[in-house]
C-alpha cells in the first residue's frame, strides 16, 4: 500500500525567507503526487500536481516542487515566504483502483511565517 | 464552472445522535465523490468514495455509511455517534479517475458532546 511521510509537523520561516517542505512516498508504481495547502477551518486547495514528464513541477502562488524518484521524494518550494502563506500543507499520492482514484495523505506540516 | 458544497460548516452533536452530512456538487454529471476525514494530527483518511448513483465503496470500517441518492449528491451519515466520531469532514470530487486533481469542498466541523 502506498504511504506519504512529511517529516516536519511544524517550520516557521521568516517573511522573505525560502522555503522547503519535505514529503517521501512510498509506492509501488509511478506514483502520481500532489501538494495541497489548507487555511485554518478550510477545505484543501490543490498547488500542484505531478504526473509524468518534467520533474520539476511548477503550481499556483509562487510555489514548485520537484520529483526524485531516486530519493523517493516530492519537496514543495517557494523563493520568498509571504506572511500569506501561512496555512497547513499535505502531500499525496494517487493511485487508480480501476474504478476510482483515491489519494493517500500524509499528516501535514503546519507552516508559520514571523514578520 | 464546476462548485462543490458541503453543510452544515459546523455542528454540535451529543453522543448518541444521528448525523447527516450532505455534499453536492454543481456544473458536472458523474463525478466521482469521496468522504474524508480530518482528526488532529493524523492527515486526512479516506472514508467512502463513489463512483456512480448508488455505489458506495467503505475504506475503513467504522460508525459511518455513506449514500449517493443522485448523481451530484453524497451524503454522510450515522445512526449514532460516538465521541471519536468528531473531527473535521471533507467532500471531494474529480470529474473523472484520469483526472487526479480533488475539489475540495469547505468542511464540516463535528464536534460530538
Known amino acids: 500500500a502506498q504511504s506519504v511521510t512529511q517529516p516536519d509537523i511544524h517550520i516557521t520561516v521568516s517573511e522573505g525567507a525560502s522555503l522547503e517542505l519535505r514529503c517521501n512516498y512510498s509506492?509501488?508504481?509511478?506514483?502520481?503526487l500532489f501538494w495541497y495547502v489548507q487555511s485554518p477551518g478550510q477545505g484543501l486547495q490543490l498547488l500542484l500536481k505531478?504526473?509524468?514528464?518534467?520533474?520539476l513541477v511548477q503550481g499556483i502562488k509562487g510555489f514548485e516542487a520537484e520529483f526524485k524518484r531516486s530519493q523517493s521524494s516530492f519537496n514543495l518550494r517557494k523563493p520568498s515566504v509571504h506572511w500569506s502563506d501561512a496555512a497547513e500543507y499535505f502531500c499525496?499520492?494517487?493511485?487508480?483502483?480501476?474504478?476510482?482514484?483515491?489519494?493517500?495523505f500524509g499528516t501535514g506540516t503546519r507552516l508559520q511565517v514571523t514578520l | 464552472s464546476q462548485t462543490i458544497h458541503q453543510w452544515p460548516a459546523t455542528l454540535v452533536q451529543p453522543v448518541g445522535s444521528p448525523l447527516s452530512l450532505e455534499c453536492t456538487v454543481e456544473?458536472?454529471?458523474?463525478?466521482?465523490l469521496y468522504w474524508y476525514r480530518q482528526a488532529a494530527g493524523r492527515g486526512l483518511q479516506l472514508l467512502f468514495y463513489?463512483?456512480?448513483?448508488?455505489?458506495i465503496s467503505s475504506e475503513v470500517p467504522q460508525n459511518l455509511s455513506a449514500s449517493r441518492p443522485q448523481d451530484r449528491q453524497f451524503i454522510l451519515s450515522s445512526k449514532k455517534l460516538l465521541l471519536s466520531d468528531s473531527g473535521f469532514y471533507l467532500c471531494?470530487?474529480?470529474?473523472?479517475?484520469?483526472?487526479?486533481?480533488?475539489?475540495f469542498g469547505s468542511g464540516t466541523r463535528l464536534t460530538v458532546v
Open positions: 499525496a499520492v494517487g493511485r487508480n483502483t480501476g474504478t476510482a482514484s483515491k489519494l493517500t
Open positions: 456544473g458536472t454529471s458523474n463525478p466521482n
Open positions: 471531494a470530487w474529480i470529474r473523472t479517475k484520469a483526472n487526479y486533481g480533488y475539489t
Open positions: 463513489s463512483v456512480g448513483i448508488g455505489q
Open positions: 509506492y509501488g508504481a509511478t506514483p502520481y
Open positions: 505531478y504526473f509524468s514528464g518534467d520533474t
